[in-house]
């Protein structure tokens, strides 16, 4: 067990007995009170004190409700906690993730070769480049129609079978790097236990050209294996019942070096990863087979690369300038101190559809916990949760909340300098949104204003918009392979740094467990043949009584 996050006495008091959380939370009654515009009046050069130029981004921290002293404060705050120590006990390799005893060593999926980085005495590293060679030979394989499937055809339609971990990271990543990726290949995504998404993603598809990488970290999960048994039986269908088309139409991505090859994928068509790998933080490991297909090895690499550089900045930076951990601290700041209860992610680019989504899992499964890593229940809020939409899509939609509502509701804004494509005027206008709304989030609009520029005095009050509504953007010079991995690795190391701060586990999700539990029995009840004796509350009893009516099974 790592003695960094259980066992000192430090871990066994409650945060909210650190100097530096009585001293926030006295901060915040001052901080409470105060606006943006104040903030910006008493110290003109914000943008200045709280703007970091650094990993090929410009992060500016400016729009949000902190002062120097905040920070001071909020740095204190991480010091008390350990952050620095817990760093260096996941960068190093420690079982940091105490409730499975695992380390935690996503970092090391991005390590340069030469690194050495030990897990219970032996050096992961080598280990971590052989898998991405054996990758890269089988993307560049599918991506020079080498790889043919059962018929000789060469492979046209990659379809990536996996859930959360094993299905966000590259679904998202694909949809960022679209201009990065080989067109004449067609990626398609199959995540639902609902059968829709297996026959929507496979209309129209010839099952000869179609090749699956079946992704499981565990090999045990309900939705993926039955996914991947209905594209078994849609293959063989297409070869008359013929096993020997598997080999060629099937790959794996798994820890699970027993399942794998009963589900009859040839151990050689497999792709490893470890233990220590944590499912949403998998993307550039294995998992990332489909990603790879699609972007080619290089590019992998190069993002790969963005991911490498954070973790170095994350670990060397100073706190008050380094961009991850004033993310989480920030993060805090709001959910403990200023009372928020939620945050929104907003992506101003097409490519950054599914971040969002992606974000929820990474947040949401790692600081949704209730109790500390030594299993005392917590006294204060944990885990953020996390929505958005693409803009300009959601100022249309949500963004009257953020302006006119009563929420406070902190966002991050991520916004992309250099235009994509040749409609550069688009490119443009789309960043003109982004300041206008960081801008009118932030100092809003009042009577004053509104009377000035002529609105009619009955309209007014339905007109101010109040401001103080804080943000952070990020704007990266351009939307790449490396800049992408960069992006992601903030988050990481975000999560982490709130995760040290409220004293959780971000590598465990027993959560998860108790709906697929209840679910397996349920399975049972809605698909037995006579009506079974049932042991639920009235209201689960009620709503499979009438399903099993409706399915005819009374
Ligand atoms: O949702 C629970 C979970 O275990 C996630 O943490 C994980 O990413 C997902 O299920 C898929 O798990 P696996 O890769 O083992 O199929």
């Known amino acids: 067990m790592s003695e960094h996050f259980a066992g000192s006495c430090n871990e066994q008091q409650s945060r909210t007995n650190l100097p530096a959380w009585s001293q926030l939370e006295q901060h915040a009654t001052k901080m409470r009170e105060a606006t943006l515009r104040e903030l910006f009046d008493a110290d003109p050069d914000r943008a200045a004190a709280f703007g970091i130029q650094d990993l090929g981004m410009y992060a500016d921290f400016a729009k949000n409700r902190i002062n120097a002293e905040t ?6 705050l991480a010091d008390q906690c350990g952050l620095r120590e817990k760093m260096a006990a996941m960068f190093g390799g420690e079982k940091i ?10 970092t090391a999926l991005r390590a340069p ?7 219970d ?3 992961v590293v080598p280990e971590v480049h052989e898998v991405l060679e054996k990758m890269a030979g089988f993307a560049t394989a599918v991506r020079s129609r080498t790889w043919r499937g059962h018929t000789g055809e060469p492979i046209r339609n990659v379809i990536n079978i996996g859930i959360g971990g094993s ?5 998202m990543a694909y949809q960022a790097l679209r201009p990065f990726a080989d067109r004449n290949l067609h990626l398609e995504f199959v995540s639902n236990i609902d059968g829709a998404d297996f026959v929507e993603a496979t209309q129209g598809l010839d099952p000869a050209e179609t090749l699956f990488i079946v992704s499981s970290k565990s090999w045990r999960t309900l939705e993926t294996l039955t996914n991947a048994a209905t594209a078994r039986e849609w293959v063989l269908a297409a070869f008359d019942g013929d096993a020997s088309s598997i080999a060629s139409h099937f790959v794996a991505v798994s820890t699970n070096t027993e399942g794998v090859p009963e589900f009859g994928i040839d151990p050689a068509n497999m792709f490893g990863f470890w233990d220590w790998v944590g499912g949403r933080y998998s993307l550039d490991s294995a998992v990332g087979l489909s990603l790879m297909v699609a972007i080619g090895p290089e590019n992998f690499i190069e993002m790969l690369g963005g991911f490498h550089d954070v973790d170095e900045h994350f670990r060397t930076a100073p706190l008050e300038r380094n961009i991850p951990a004033l993310m989480g601290l920030i993060s805090v700041w709001y959910n403990n101190f200023l009372g928020a209860e939620s945050q929104a992610v907003l992506p101003y680019s097409h490519y950054l559809a599914h971040l969002p989504a992606y974000l929820q899992q990474l947040e949401m499964e790692s600081n949704g916990k209730h109790v500390t890593v030594s299993g005392a229940p917590v006294d204060y809020q944990t885990g953020q949760i996390i929505w958005g939409q693409p803009g300009t899509n959601g100022q249309h939609a949500f963004y009257q909340l953020l302006h006119q509502g009563t929420k406070l509701v902190p966002c991050d804004f991520i916004a992309v300098v250099e235009p994509f494509s040749d409609l550069a005027h688009q490119h443009d206008l789309l960043n003109a949104n982004v300041f206008a709304q960081t801008e009118g989030l932030a100092f809003g609009r009042t009577e004053q204003e509104l009377r000035d520029a002529g609105s009619p005095e009955e309209q007014i009050p339905h007109r101010v918009c109040k401001g103080n509504q804080p943000t952070t953007t990020l704007l990266l010079d351009r939307l790449d392979p490396r800049s992408l991995g960069t992006l992601i690795a903030l988050y990481e190391h975000k999560v982490f740094t709130e995760g040290v701060i409220w004293d959780v586990d971000s590598f465990d999700q027993w959560g998860v467990e108790l709906g697929k539990l209840l679910a397996d029995t349920i399975a049972e009840e809605l698909t037995a043949d006579s009506v079974p004796s049932m042991d639920h509350d009235g209201s689960t009893t009620e709503l499979i009584r009438r399903y099993r009516t409706g399915r005819g099974r009374e």
């Open 167 to 171: 299905d966000l990271g590259p679904r």
């Open 71 to 76: 920070l001071t404060l909020l740095t204190e």
């Open 97 to 106: 993730n105490i409730s499975e005893d695992r380390a935690v060593l996503h």
């Open 113 to 119: 070769r030469e690194t050495t980085i030990n897990v």
């Open 121 to 123: 005495g032996g050096n």
